[in-house]
């Protein structure tokens, strides 16, 4: 082999690649190199790493230190072990994580059930026959994301000050179980599916300055104010409940606002209260916080407005992405509510331009069978 002088290093040798980059791989492995004494030139000038810092060959390709080739092209190189990443000059600049204007206001006292840790909580008795109704190999879908058929796609909100101009609300429908106007809503607020939309046309706000959340329901504006089926208005900072067999914007007479999927807080990494979603068939009852039920069934299969799933704790989350390990951590340890008659395994979420469409259908990936229901209360008639 003339020059060349053999020797038996690790496959992962920091010494040798990095120069005083220091990594301990697992499982490493022997192999057989050899050394040379390579001439290194950088536009003409000849620099050599120190003596014991040489370049090998393995298989044909020739290895040369990573540090010594980078500071002689004035970078510098750096080792991170706690993601096992080279840098090489400056550090990539993480995206600074979008702030939420709503993340100072409290959604609820601590110990509301929308921020209650229901992670040790008992198994429903019933909890096999109503994940058998909304189906074992239901797929869950993200009902939400940036844009889907020209409308963002999920429920929006708008989150306005104490100083927002409050506008006549007329209930069209339930009137009887609506709280009265006026409601401090924009006449540009953002309304669910768009402003053509034939759905349910939901339009949320939040007035952070007096802590009060506003939902309306079928929502639609005019040049007297805005018209709604029916409407609802909410103390942030109270645990008090609809009356009894009144709804809200929402069938169950929940809020919907606490339950959405906020892109902000995914992407914060950490979510800290229950999602909504809905289910197809619901049965005649309701299980508090919710106050209404939708529905004619009695079959007891079917579940009961306010049912709470919860993502079983032995699912793996390791494979998602961070923002949808931020939305599965949720429903493992606030899990999610029924709140609407819908698509079985929907889970409720605001439109932003930020989502990552394709990184969302990953959570097709859960089925009915991952989740069971956890007991939080009696069923009311």
Not at 283 to 296: E, K, L
Not at 309 to 322: A, W
Not at 345 to 358: H, V
Request: net charge negative; with cysteine.
């Amino acid at each position: 082999m003339g020059r060349w002088k053999a020797g038996t290093v690790g496959f992962v040798c920091g010494a040798v690649f990095f120069s005083g980059l220091t990594y301990a791989a697992s499982g490493a492995v022997g192999i057989d190199v050899y050394f040379r004494d390579i001439r290194y030139y950088f536009d003409g000038l000849n620099k050599q790493p120190a003596s014991d810092l040489q370049g090998f060959i393995y298989k044909n390709t020739t290895y040369v230190p990573l540090r010594f080739l980078s500071e002689a092209l004035g970078k510098p190189v750096a080792w991170e072990d706690a993601t096992s990443s080279i840098y090489v000059g400056d550090k990539p600049k993480q995206p600074p994580v979008p702030t939420d204007e709503h993340a100072a206001l409290q959604v609820f006292p601590k110990d509301n059930p929308w921020n209650t840790d229901i992670s040790k909580y008992p198994v429903h008795a019933n909890s096999a026959g109503f994940i058998a109704s909304i189906g074992l190999n239901t797929k869950m879908h993200a009902d939400f994301g940036t844009v889907w058929e020209g409308a963002p796609n999920g429920i929006p909100y708008t989150i306005v000050d104490g100083n927002q101009p409050k506008v006549n609300v007329t209930f069209t429908d339930y009137a009887d179980e609506s709280d009265p106007g006026p409601y401090p809503i924009p006449a540009n607020a953002p309304i669910e599916g768009g402003s053509a939309s034939d759905g349910d046309r939901h339009v949320l706000v939040v007035d952070k300055s007096n802590h009060l959340l506003y939902e309306l329901y079928n929502a639609r504006f005019t040049s007297e104010g805005w018209t709604a089926s029916n409407g609802a208005k909410w103390d942030l900072t109270s645990n008090a409940l609809r009356p009894k067999y009144w709804t809200s914007a929402d069938a169950a007479g929940l809020p919907i606002f606490p339950g959405l999927v906020r892109y902000e807080e995914a992407a914060a990494g950490e979510i800290n209260h229950a999602l909504r979603f809905t289910v197809q068939k619901t049965q005649r009852g309701f299980i508090a916080p919710a106050t209404h039920y939708a529905s004619s069934s009695t079959d007891p299969n079917h579940p009961p407005m306010g049912l709470r799933l919860r993502l079983r704790s032995d699912f793996d989350v390791s494979g998602f992405s961070p923002t949808n390990r931020a939305i599965l951590r949720a429903l493992q340890k606030y899990g999610m509510i029924v709140a609407d008659n819908g698509s079985n395994l929907y889970l409720s979420g605001a439109p932003n331009p930020n989502w990552d469409d394709d990184d969302l259908h990953n959570l097709g990936m859960l089925n009915g069978s991952d989740f069971e229901v956890v007991d939080t209360g009696k069923i009311e008639k």
